[in-house]
């Protein structure tokens, strides 16, 4: 068997090793008790789990009372927008703002809202460029005066294209002026850029461990204990009554490691990325092709589009010589609606359907790059491998 190339670190990464050991020393350590507990035990547990939070915390730099340990971003997304959601009284009529090109955890939570919440709230849905939302065309919705806009909800990395929003500080400024929380989806950029939540003024932030070499199945909502929520399950007084059930005290450790870790390690293969993006591009030339990105990138992540090629038998194709990529986020690869990031771009009919997402990662090594690179231009030349 050939060795594994993966380049789908948008999906999920390797955890750290010192991730693993540090996971496996406390499922091993005997001491380990429900954080709930009031005996030894119990306030051990709790006392790792705080130091979780801090760390976390200090990472994004707010206090640690801002930091929900959930099971990953689709839950804290939900949590926050359904939680403002199910505030809205019955004889108001309230706005939610957000972009087209989200991630399914957000597009489905407002489409549920417009399913079962209509009339009190409208769910008015912006257009992008490259992935990102225009300042202007949201400006003119928040200036309407027919409803009030409680939350705008935009990401700050978008998760197929890699899109950097730089402008998000400037955002928030202007929507808070209109009396709006903003919250953001930073599955894509936690772990790879600074962010500086104090700094940016935002209200709310979801993201998921594994996307940055943490554990998979837990998570952050970060948000301040002012902004209200409504419950949205009801059991224990866990995470400051917003989020009950025992905590996963040994994942939310794990993850509050492998955070502290890539950001430290990320800056330092960047280069690196920003040399495979250039080798894939210059083995592309001479096919027809479009980068679907946006000046502010991220390194990690390309997109790319290619004239009358089937992405799904290409996929599949190189997933034959063990060589992983995909056609976009992984939540919805199985779905046979498309993608509506790619549709967005509105691009030209004979490159729809042949766009591919690579994404790398700390493990992505130049061999890696160049195995993929003569298998994918081996089948644009032959449409086969």
Do not use: W
Request: with cysteine.
């Amino acid at each position: 068997m050939s060795k594994l190339v993966y380049l789908d670190h948008n999906a999920t990464t390797f955890v750290y090793d010192n991730v693993v050991k540090l996971m496996q020393k406390l499922y091993s350590d005997q001491t380990l008790g429900n954080p709930s507990s009031h005996h030894c035990m119990g306030g051990y547990s709790r006392s790792v789990l705080e130091r979780a939070r801090e760390d976390v915390g200090k990472c994004l730099h707010v206090p640690a009372s801002h930091v929900i340990f959930t099971s990953g971003s689709t839950e804290s997304i939900n949590m926050f927008l359904l939680g403002r959601a199910r505030l809205v009284k019955p004889n108001e009529r309230v706005r939610f703002i957000t972009s087209d090109s989200e991630h399914p955890a957000v597009t489905n939570t407002f489409r549920y809202m417009e399913r079962t919440m209509s009339p009190q709230i409208e769910v008015c849905i912006l257009p992008t460029q490259k992935g990102l939302v225009q300042e202007k065309e949201l400006y003119k919705v928040l200036q309407k005066k027919d409803r009030r806009v409680d939350t705008v909800s935009i990401s700050y990395v978008n998760h197929e294209l890699g899109s950097v929003l730089v402008k998000l500080g400037e955002i928030v400024e202007k929507c808070h002026k209109y009396g709006a929380l903003v919250h953001s989806d930073m599955t894509q950029a936690i772990g790879k850029l600074d962010v500086n939540m104090e700094e940016l003024g935002i209200d709310a932030v979801s993201f998921s461990g594994h996307k940055f070499h943490g554990p998979m199945g837990v998570g952050c909502l970060v948000v301040s204990p002012e902004v209200k929520l409504e419950q949205l399950m009801f059991g224990g007084d866990q995470e400051g009554k917003r989020r009950p059930g025992t905590q996963n005290v040994v994942g939310a450790c794990g993850m509050a490691a492998a955070l502290q870790k890539s950001l430290v390690e990320y800056p330092q293969h960047r280069k690196q990325y920003v040399l495979f993006r250039s080798k894939i591009l210059d083995a592309l030339r001479p096919f027809p092709f479009i980068l679907n990105s946006s000046s502010d990138q991220m390194s990690t992540t390309m997109s790319i589009s290619m004239a009358n090629v089937d992405a799904t038998l290409l996929v599949e194709a190189l997933n034959q010589h063990q060589i992983c990529i995909s056609k976009g986020t992984a939540c919805k690869a199985y779905s046979k609606d498309g993608s509506n990031v790619i549709k967005s771009l509105h691009l030209p009919e004979e490159y729809v359907n042949g766009t591919i997402r690579i994404s790398f990662g700390e493990t992505t090594t130049l061999h890696d790059v160049e195995t993929f690179i003569k298998n994918l231009v081996h089948y644009l030349h032959n449409q086969v491998l």
